[in-house]
């Protein structure tokens, strides 16, 4: 438990170490996405100090939890050595295929991490309370090797130690525009986590399809390209929501991937940021226990943005608020080496909340809301 925040208020855990740690000059990871919204909320006045955890980082007995040792140490290695040899760079998908020997392989991975294990041991130990870790959400990471840009699985490790700290049913939704693979497939046959994701259609990992129930305790809905806000509201409402109240679950862990908005350049989906804030209003009532963690997004305003207002969301403020003159003065600091970057609109710098991306609810989509939720 964290001592003097439960279960008053949600806590917000960050850390410095992303102020400077980058995957690499040309990766897509090489944006600021953590530390602007710590100095955005920090700059709009949202965020009062004593609701602020600086992130611990797990230790290598607390990753292998779930994570191999031998793999564990190899990041370790690497970490220290700045390379490794071939044949591991072949077993443990490090060093290629978007996951980088860079000067944190181990630091950064396993401080998302730790604060995903700090989330999930203080929620475990409270009748109710939320949190948000900012760095977490690192979805496709697996056992013993790296994966789409995550080399330690903290949702995982956060669910094993709620479900270590006696919760019975655990709830695992995923917002981001990939499917959550990694997760969906370590609690396969384990009928104490149910995981949902919605992800686009034919995007790496290209996994999940709808009709894919992963041994039962899985559903997702696999959706086209260009998802609109009203596409999402209509697989919350009939789709999702209902799977939640099913399920009954004693905490509820949200992915908030970034990546399904129309500003990112990763995907195909075109949500507008409040599409995101209205999900995690809906989803944060399916249990009194909700962690809330990070994701998917490769562009630093949307992040940021998108972010912020998830904050305002789970401290009940809105998320439409002006940002003032110092949160402004946050958004116009950031660089993004990227085309759509050149040039940014004005209301990247101006303003949390996008312009409503509304549109009707194709066919595609009600098809894959009754196909997940029959019986």
């Not at 630091?107 to 109710?128: E, F, I, K, N």
């Amino acid at each position: 438990m964290i001592p003097g925040v439960f279960p008053e208020r949600p806590i917000l855990i960050g850390s410095e170490i992303y102020r400077t740690s980058r995957f690499g000059a040309k990766h897509p990871l090489s944006i600021q996405r953590v530390t602007p919204v710590m100095d955005l909320v920090r700059a709009m006045g949202v965020l009062s100090e004593d609701a602020f955890v600086e992130s611990p980082r797990a230790s290598e007995t607390e990753l292998a939890r779930f994570h191999d040792p031998a793999y564990i140490a190899v990041l370790r290695r690497a970490e220290r050595d700045g390379t490794v040899s071939d044949e591991l760079r072949e077993r443990h998908n490090i060093g290629r295929n978007g996951n980088p020997i860079f000067p944190e392989i181990f630091s950064r991975p396993a401080t998302a991490a730790g604060a995903s294990l700090l989330a999930g041991r203080a929620l475990a130990g409270v009748q109710s309370g939320t949190i948000h870790s900012l760095a977490g959400g690192t979805h496709h990471g697996r056992s013993d090797q790296a994966s789409g840009f995550c080399f330690f699985n903290d949702p995982v490790l956060a669910i094993l130690a709620m479900l270590d700290g006696g919760l019975q049913r655990v709830l695992y939704v995923d917002l981001d525009a990939h499917h959550g693979d990694g997760v969906q497939d370590a609690f396969h046959d384990d009928d104490r986590v149910l995981t949902i994701s919605v992800h686009e259609d034919g995007r790496w990992p290209r996994t999940g399809a709808t009709g894919d129930r992963a041994g039962g305790m899985a559903r997702n809905l696999s959706v086209p390209s260009g998802m609109n806000d009203d596409e999402l509201g209509a697989i919350l409402d009939h789709a999702i929501l209902p799977l939640g109240r099913a399920f009954s679950a004693d905490a509820i862990v949200v992915q908030s991937g970034a990546d399904g908005l129309a500003d990112d350049p990763q995907s195909k989906l075109e949500l507008s940021n409040n599409a995101l804030w209205s999900a995690i209003e809906a989803l944060r009532h399916l249990a009194p226990r909700v962690l809330v963690v990070g994701g998917g997004g490769y562009n630093p305003w949307a992040v940021a943005r998108a972010w912020t207002g998830i904050w305002c969301v789970l401290n009940e403020l809105d998320p439409s608020r002006p940002v003032g003159k110092s949160g402004e003065a946050v958004l116009r600091g950031l660089v993004w080496n990227h085309s759509r970057g050149r040039n940014p609109p004005e209301h990247w710098f101006t303003t949390l909340a996008d312009r409503p991306r509304n549109g009707p609810v194709r066919d595609a989509i009600w098809q894959a809301i009754q196909e997940v939720t029959a019986s």
